[in-house]
């Protein structure tokens, strides 16, 4: 049961334009969203949060988008740049017994071309 | 803070042996989590640490696999008699007492079952 998707397995961005990666999501008890980088060989880095109480949180170069109402959540890299060529993690956690737990989708690889 | 460390970071054994993984979190983090990753997945959650004491475990947990953080410091991750599906990155992470903090990841332990 799947309960966090990212239907797009791959993406390829040429440098300097907007990389758009895209999460769906089942669970109406999420309260809060991720996402997190993955490099090869190191573990996933988060990059940038975003509660269900609002529907933008910028970070830089960085947006997170949430429409609560579609279930649906993305990331806009604006300009993208070759370094953030990894594998992108969508995340979300619910209120578990006391802690937020976690669950990961199956990750984007965003390939950005120089 | 010089991240979360795990060893060994590659492990190669062969079916029915047993296997232990250590991970050192980030001092000040009260929080400890097991994932599991294999190929083309995202993180799974395994258990789940406060202090000293494990307060979730998932149901891809079998009792093969036992996990500790004695004086909620370190805490390991052993698979007795391991078996070929066993084969898969596991990433420890942990984070602060703060609702909503994020994980922060190590570079995880790479098992080959053979």
């Known amino acids: 049961d799947q309960q966090v998707k990212q239907n797009s397995p791959s993406l390829s961005v040429q440098e300097g334009r907007i990389s758009i990666l895209n999460c769906d999501y089942t669970?109406?008890?999420?309260?809060?969203f991720l996402w997190y980088k993955k490099y090869p060989a190191e573990g996933p880095t988060f990059l940038i949060s975003?509660?269900?109480?609002?529907d933008k949180n910028e970070d830089g170069r960085f947006t997170v988008f949430l429409n609560k109402s579609a279930k649906h959540l993305s990331l806009h890299i604006v300009p993208s740049q070759p370094g953030d060529s990894a594998v992108y993690f969508c995340?979300?956690?619910?209120?578990?017994?006391?802690?937020?737990?976690?669950?990961f989708g199956i990750g984007t690889k965003l390939q950005v071309i120089p | 803070d010089t991240g979360v460390s795990q060893n060994p970071r590659h492990k190669i054994t062969k079916r029915g042996q047993n296997v232990t993984f250590r991970c050192d979190p980030i001092?000040?983090?009260?929080?400890l989590y097991w994932y599991r990753q294999t190929l083309g997945q995202g993180p799974e959650f395994l258990t789940y640490?406060?202090?000293?004491?494990?307060?979730?475990k998932s149901r891809l947990l079998s009792d093969r696999f036992s996990a500790e953080r004695p004086k909620g410091s370190f805490s390991t991750l052993e698979i007795q008699r391991t078996e070929q599906g066993d084969s898969a990155m596991y990433l420890c992470?942990?984070?602060?007492?703060?609702?909503?903090?994020?994980?922060?990841f190590g570079n995880g332990t790479r098992l080959t079952v053979t």
């Open positions: 992470a942990s984070s602060h007492r703060d609702f909503n903090s994020p994980l922060h």
């Open positions: 669970n109406s008890m999420f309260d809060y």
């Open positions: 975003i509660s269900s109480i609002k």
């Open positions: 995340a979300a956690s619910w209120n578990s017994g006391g802690y937020q737990k976690v669950t």
């Open positions: 001092s000040e983090h009260n929080r």
């Open positions: 640490f406060q202090n000293e004491a494990q307060l979730e």
